[in-house]
């Protein structure tokens, strides 16, 4: 005899919306945990599980549950022995609705089922029978499986098709969730001859063809905890023009960026307890303006008066309840206590000079399980965001093209190809003890890989009133950077931190020393926001 077992697996609706053992829908049943809730709890319940049978059942089939992975499941709250009494099982409409006893219409129709044999005549008793628990074990692809049998099957009932049966609700380690997105139990059955030893699978070679498997998925994951940036963000021109150079921005003084810190708690069912945020602004060298206010108190103070200006260098508003910074060269950190919207403002204190370049943005939320006494903490990092760039008025040239022989050691002589990159700045006034215009180069090689070498990859060069060559500096750089273990073509575009009317650029090459190409470039194109946009 062969049978078609077709089951289809379903979970009981949430305690409070189902108070019975009635299969749900599917996607209803799901529990929807945050990965920050199983860092902090050792285990997750899950909703009720329950199986809908979809064909004949005879005494001592096998009933089979399978979850993934070894021991990863406390079976303790699965009933051992289940008794699922005789149901009444709806086909079409249910038989004692008004649609059936209070039709009116065409006979036969949807308008008038009350005479239609195909819509209210075909409810029915299922079966009454037990389910008894035989043993659990882990099968031969290591995970975890219970075998339950079919006894005391009734003699009253028409079928054991539409019988549901409530098998209750498993314990998860929280471990065998993480890291996946969702974590599955599946049904399959085997009739009373042919057993179920931990084969792993559904349907085998030589077994009757009885094993349709159904899965659903008990638990889906997801992160708690997000950090956004609004519609603000850094993005000031810093001032490279008159006396107060590179201390102000173009026609300001200030700047801010806006984020928010999430916390998607209401998305799950089983959430962890938001506790602060550490929160980090980053930019390279971008926080070396930052200067003490007043160095007669311990710590390092945010506010005070430079020269003739007072000014919070650092600035918090919003909901998010942020607290005192501190900072390096290269990063800003501060501490919030509250999920929220926060924007945080620079005030410059136009003593100090300010390093152009771009900033980023990343927190990490600090959560519990929300006991009261012995809270267990964990803590998760978002990845960075960008969060605005500063700009700066200076000069931009862009070389088109430039022949680089390979080279196999530092500052390598007697190459077959010599660059040449002349700077002239005519500041005629120079910067006495004041910094220079420093210089950057950005490259991009002919399969159209970009990159920049920083004016630290430069060795610091500076453009000095008068004439500076880069050659060496430049080539150097990339060699540094593994670029030239081979001829290359490399485009350049030159950065100079100084007054775009002051700063001409002159290049080309020569092959064996004698033979000069002039390379045409864009020498005095003028970046700035206002009248080039980027």
Known sequence: MTNMFKKSLVALALAGVSTGAMAADISSSVTTVSNEYLEVNATAASNSISVTLNDEYTENDFLILTFPGENSVDLN????SINVASQTVVVGFDDTSAECTNGTGTTGSETDPADSDTTCTNDYQSKGFTVDYVLSDVDVMGNTYVKYRVTNLGTSGSSTVGATIPFGSVTVNSSAIQGSSSFDVTYFARPNYENYNGSGEATETGVDPLDTADTAALFETGDQFALTVGATVFDETIDVEGNAYRKVFVGSTSDAGEFTLVDNAADFMLNATFESA???????NMFGWLADGDTDTAGFQYSGTFDTVTVDQVVFTGGATCGTPSHDANELMFSCDAIGQEVVTFNLNQQEVVQNGKFSISAVFNFSDGATTDP??????????????????????????????????????????????????????????????????????EDGTEGTLSNADLGGVKADAGITKITGQVRQALFAAGLLTSSKKVALEVVVEEDPELIEIYSA???????????????????????NPQ
């Open 278 to 284: 550490d929160v980090s602004v980053t930019g390279n």
């Open 376 to 445: 267990v903490e964990g803590s998760t990092e978002t990845d960075a965001k960008a969060f605005g760039e500063w700009d700066i008025n200076g000069s931009v040239t862009f070389i088109p093209y430039m022949p680089y022989s390979a080279q196999s050691v530092a500052n390598e002589a007697g190459l077959a190809i010599d660059q040449i990159i002349y700077i002239t700045n005519k500041n005629a006034s120079g910067y006495g003890s004041g910094p220079m215009p420093g210089i950057t180069v950005r490259y991009i090689l």
């Open 509 to 531: 090459y020569n092959v064996g020393g004698s033979d000069r190409g002039w390379v045409q470039n864009d020498s005095q194109r003028v970046y700035h926001p206002a009248t």
């Open 77 to 80: 709250n699965l009933t051992t």
